[in-house]
């Protein structure tokens, strides 16, 4: 009987175990949780008034110390300008402060890393220091999870030192690629110049943005656009698309983003949140020296933002209500951004088939014109009140006639003027008659 039971206790404490795993990794792999960083620029010059220079290692430090207290981490993700200039020198500090932290590291290539030596230079700088790095090229992709896919491009344009940049042929072709095989998964795409910008700076824009919007706009699973460069923290939301540039760690606001994503069945979350350095005197003196620091530092939403993507479902009252609430948490993009998304209407068509069935609601304000005719009535009272004035008129004609009553007076006049030639006459005969005396 003992042997039963115990027996008994140690199946039971192995299923619960057992499933206990089984919901812990589940749980575990649909959730991605890492960091954003970008624009450390390693270096050992001295501060300028954009850049907090001579301070970049202790930031990098700090950034460091702050990630290493988050627990959970998959990665850390850096989207370009590493180092301020491109030396050897600079390579190893920036590598020599990474040994401190806990979780693996992957990065973007920005225009300041190729500056002082070749791209294929660079390459091995990192691939040398690197060991999660294990890539050929400096664009690649993986899958850290089953549920998503990461998309690491390279838009630094090799041929000539420029802050724009440019993706070449084949990496469109790979990005199209990437993109066409993950449409089950959640896409992640990281790159130094943003195809969205935060703000308008033709010298560091993406010249080929409009051929890169347009290949994501062919696609309706959630994609997130992760870049840097600006310096500037900003969120937009565009449909199933979400671009996110976070800021530099030498320049105000010095911050960097933990991004936490879990893809559920029926929705996907997303966490944006925004970290600042805790060195305050470094903040607050770049924050005196940088004229548009408000610009930089975006607003609320541009900095912490959570929201919901709700899967589509067309057919059901849920997604309808979903979506409703997408659109309310979505902010709304400029026209100058929408004008570079070459085609976006593409994603609209149904959204505006939806509007369409509004009309027939609409339908009973046609009622509405019948009680404009009863305001018709009035405006039948008005009338005689326009026939009074013109009746007034004709009776300001007749002031008119005792002009004519003078005109009759000097015709009176000359008839008493006759009366003299009656006298005339009367003398011509009183004359004749003397005569015939």
Excluded: C
Excluded at 11 to 16: A, D, G, H, R, V
Excluded at 308 to 336: E, G, L, W
């Amino acid at each position: 009987m003992k042997n039963r039971i115990y027996n008994l206790i140690i199946i039971i404490f192995t299923l619960f175990i057992s499933t206990t795993s089984v919901f812990g990794f589940s749980f575990r792999n649909m959730t991605l949780d890492f960091i954003h960083i970008s624009d450390t620029h390693i270096t050992d010059r001295d501060d300028t008034s954009y850049k907090a220079l001579g301070s970049s290692k202790e930031l990098l430090k700090d950034a460091i110390n702050q990630i290493n207290d988050i627990e959970g981490l998959d990665f850390v993700l850096f989207t370009g300008d590493l180092v301020d200039y491109a030396t050897k020198e600079n390579y190893y500090n920036y590598y020599y402060l990474l040994t401190k932290l806990k979780y693996p590291s992957l990065n973007t290539f920005g225009n300041h890393d190729f500056w002082g030596m070749t791209k294929e230079e660079a390459l091995e700088e990192v691939k040398k220091y690197n060991p999660s790095y294990s890539f050929s090229d400096s664009y690649y992709a993986f899958s850290p999870k089953t549920d998503y896919r990461i998309i690491i491009l390279d838009a630094t344009i090799k041929d000539r030192k420029t802050s724009n940049g440019e993706l070449p042929p084949e990496q469109l072709e790979f990005l199209d690629n990437e993109l066409s095989q993950s449409q089950d998964k959640i896409v992640v795409i990281a790159l130094h110049h943003p195809p969205v910008e935060p703000f308008v700076a033709n010298e560091h824009a993406l010249l080929n943005a409009k051929e890169f919007n347009d290949i994501l706009l062919k696609y309706k699973n959630p994609i997130v656009v992760l870049s840097g460069h600006y310096h500037a923290a900003k969120i937009r939301r565009i449909g199933n698309i979400t671009y996110v540039s976070t800021p530099s760690t030498v320049t105000y606001p010095m911050a960097f983003r933990h991004i936490k994503i879990v893809n559920f069945k029926d929705r996907v979350q997303f966490d944006f949140n925004f970290i600042q350095t805790k060195l305050d005197d470094v903040l607050e003196q770049n924050r005196q020296n940088v004229i548009s620091y408000a610009t930089l530092a975006g607003n609320e939403k541009d900095r912490e933002l959570s929201f919901v993507y709700y899967k589509k479902h067309p057919k059901s009252a849920r997604y309808k209500k979903n979506k409703i609430k997408n659109a309310q948490k979505t902010t709304k993009a400029s026209k100058r951004e929408l004008k570079k998304l070459s085609t976006p209407k593409k994603d609209e068509p149904k959204l505006k088939e939806k509007k369409i069935k509004e009309p027939k609601v609409k339908e009973p304000k046609i009622k509405e014109p019948k009680v404009k005719e009863q305001k018709v009535k009035p405006i039948a009272n008005k009338e005689p009140k326009i026939k009074e004035p013109r009746a007034k008129k004709v009776k300001e004609v007749k002031p008119k006639e005792p002009k004519v009553k003078k005109i009759k007076e000097p015709k009176v006049k000359k008839v008493k003027e006759v009366k003299p030639k009656e006298q005339k006459v009367k003398s011509k005969k009183a004359k004749k008659a003397k005569n015939e005396q």
